[in-house]
């Protein structure tokens, strides 16, 4: 009797150790990992509107690291990044090809910049639509469309929006009126090309969020962005 109460005991401690390294290595197949993302943010050296932009990621949990423009020089600047964040306010001119090399995934919010990453073709037009607050979402099932469909006010009040066309394995989520060519929220995913015939390294976005109106965001608008930075880091 003595030794059967011993065997029981054994039993439940065997039992109890094996839910407990259940519970402690999660899903398989999961990220389980409970710290948060951190995301590079590129913007100009001084001035302009990027804090409410920072401050809103940091509202998601990520962790913002901010540099000037002039610091990026390689693409083995972004390693070590969950995400990168290249805002409208950089001088483009300062930003090398390089990175759209990097195994990082990176959000261009400048549209000259979609020329330089390769995300529009070589001699693609690319501008502002400007006196608009709205966009036109294409492909409302995607989601980096927010759940939004139709018609959306992104602004506030009336502003500037970006827009780049789009090369032929992009996926367009939405555009400045009805013209697919002027494409303001687009992307690439991993593995596919780019307008330049280049392997896409990683997740590739662009935003259509021009430097001064951060303020005049709406909340579909910051719906919009925070899509963006969730599915760029979503490895799946």
């Known amino acids: 009797m003595k030794n059967m109460a011993v065997l029981l005991l054994v039993l439940l401690t065997l039992v109890s150790v094996t839910a407990c390294s259940s519970t402690t290595q999660g899903e398989p197949g999961k990220d389980n990992s409970s710290e948060p993302k951190k995301m590079l943010y590129y913007k100009r050296s001084e001035g302009g509107n990027d804090a409410f932009v920072i401050k809103h990621l940091e509202t998601l949990g990520f962790i913002v690291v901010e540099r000037s423009d002039n610091t990026l020089k390689s693409k083995d600047h972004l390693d070590g990044f969950d995400l990168v964040y290249i805002s409208d306010s950089v001088n483009a001119a300062r930003i090398t090809s390089d990175v759209k090399h990097s195994s990082v995934p990176i959000i261009f919010a400048q549209k000259q910049l979609a020329v330089t990453a390769g995300l529009t073709p070589l001699f693609g037009g690319n501008g502002t639509v400007g006196n608009t607050k709205t966009i036109q979402i294409k492909d409302g099932s995607h ?54 015939d280049e392997p896409v390294p990683a997740r590739q976005l662009f935003f259509y969020m021009p430097s001064g109106q951060e303020s005049n965001m709406s909340a579909d608008g910051w719906k919009l962005l925070d899509a963006a930075v969730h599915w760029a880091v979503d490895k799946k």
């Open 143 to 196: 989601p980096l469309a927010a759940g939004l469909k139709g018609e959306v006010a992104v602004y506030k009040e009336n502003g500037s929006i970006q827009y780049a066309e789009p090369g032929e394995e992009a996926f367009v989520i939405a555009v400045a009126g009805d013209d697919d060519r002027k494409a303001v929220l687009f992307g690439y995913e991993k593995g596919s090309n780019n307008a330049l």
